[in-house]
């Protein structure tokens, strides 16, 4: 605890009936390098929360993995002063949550009743973030094992170092009261996670807790190598298997009892240097302040939609709209109001000029301005990926959301961008892995919905990528080969080019994976049929295995050409 006794007594005190009220003048902004920290905090105990949030973040770098080039950009963290003025807004019992503001623009909520390096929520969430960053591929039982792991992260200040991997008595208890039945099932788990109960949730998370915590203790070189072969975009199962070879149930279950019985869990430790940048501050304005709090408002996990919450929200917008009739937060949230009154008073402000280009999807020059003002907003820059790509200008518009990637690679809507921009560029193997990333990394707060949206925009991918599909259909009896990836793109129709009904394939995949002896036949022209080959030759498939052996293997395919 930060604040005194007395002042939090002073709160409860005046919060016991209803919502806690509201002190504008008590809020501030701070930015730093990494973060942009909104709060009403006490200024003192707000400028050490920033310092904090950087420490945490350079003792997730130093004790974890992350990728070679860290994403440039800051994180938005909202900070409320106490557990109970999160109750205001959050179900009891949840330390803080992840979600998008009305803008999609990420958030961190928080809750000021204790430091950031000790929330285990902030740390398991800053681990999120910086996995999504280099992961291309993130199976969820490696995502939610790192960030368990790296949860446990400790500082010892006097040494000048952070810990992580200390036991988790909790967890390990519950294993011993539900034993993992197979760790094969975990690895499998995909988005029906989401709709686990708490209990069978947790069992899933602790199960890819201990997991990691094994593969890391007693494999190390193995679980970076498969690291790797993820942030290249493998397939998790092949990477699994190329690094774990050997790897079977039976050994995972005897391995991993056997580690817990012998008390081998170790420990891992790295230097940690004090966090000495600057800080930036400023007063937030009563508008902000109470849209801000809208937003909160109508997010509130866990709680009902009730007429009360939703009059609630309502009076706050009203109160943000009455201190500044443009603030551009509030009419994104209310979806009503003149956009241009935004730019008017915000003329600085890109979020009012991206609110005036959202409501008018002519209104070109908008986005361009709000580019200019934020030029290193992944928001901003999605949105001038597809002005440029209405414009006819598909260069820039692939350029624009491949820096938008960039800067926030675990944003599902940047990703959705950019796998559609490649798609329009004919680069659809690449395409169609960002659209299956930008799936993969949904919260797990988005709903069914948002779901079945990205669904619907991967078979509208496809079907922009279907100038050449393939059937695969394996004749051994051991199995079917499975695409790993493929150098040369696949094959698109140029005008002229003749092919009539479908064009059938037959090759080798040999024991390294790489495709050999070619043998086309079909109605088509001969450079329809010279960059099919050229296209199979640059393949890799993941070859068969016999037991532990791979095997040369015959395949056979089919391409189907549409105009």
Known sequence: ???????????????AHGARPIRPEAWHELRSEHFTLRTDLPLEDARRTVVDLEEVRIGLLG????????????????????????????????????????????????????????????????AHVITNEFLVRNPRWVAEGISCYLETLRFDRRAGEVEVGNVDRDRLLFLQQRPTRSYWSVMRTGREAERMSALDGYAFETS????????????????????????????????????????????????????????????????????????????LPAGEVHAILADLQRLSPGYARTQERAERMQALLASALQADPGNPLALQISGGGDAATATRLHPDDWRAWVLLSDRDEQAFSAVEKAAQLAPGNPGVLMRLAWVRQKQGD???????????????????????????????????LEASIGEQRAIDVLPDGAGPAVVQELRKRQAELESVCAAASTVHTERSILGQVVLKSCKAERPRLAKGDKVRGAVTADFVVGEDGTVSQVRLAGDAGKAVLASLRKYLESCTYEPLRDGEKSVRTEAHAEFRFDR
Not at 1 to 15: E, G, H, I, T
Not at 218 to 237: K, Y
Request: aromatic share 8%; with cysteine.
């Open 1 to 15: 605890m930060r604040r005194s006794a007395l002042l939090l007594l002073c709160f409860a005190a005046a919060c």
């Open 63 to 126: 004790a974890g993995w992350h990728a070679a080039r860290m994403a440039p950009g800051r994180a938005q963290v909202i900070e409320l002063e106490s557990e109970r003025e999160m109750q205001d807004y959050a179900m009891k019992g949840l330390a803080g949550f992840v979600t998008d503001d009305a803008f999609k623009e990420p958030i961190m909520v928080i809750n000021g009743s204790q430091d950031p390096r000790d929330q285990t929520f902030l740390k398991h969430e800053l």
């Open 208 to 283: 890819a807790w201990i997991l990691v915590h094994w593969l890391i203790d007693t494999r190390p070189a193995a679980f970076d190598s498969m690291l790797q072969a993820l942030a290249r975009g493998e397939d998790q199962f092949y990477a699994f298997s190329t690094a774990f070879p050997e790897m079977t149930e039976s050994r995972m279950q005897q391995g991993i009892d056997a580690w817990i019985k012998a008390g081998k869990i170790s420990v891992r430790v790295a230097p940690v240097a004090p966090w000495k940048g600057e800080v930036v501050e400023r007063p």
């Open 394 to 428: 598909q260069s820039r518009a692939l350029e624009n959301a491949v820096r938008a990637v960039e800067l926030a690679p675990g944003r599902p809507d940047v990703l959705d961008t950019l796998a559609h921009m490649q798609a329009a560029a004919g680069h659809c």
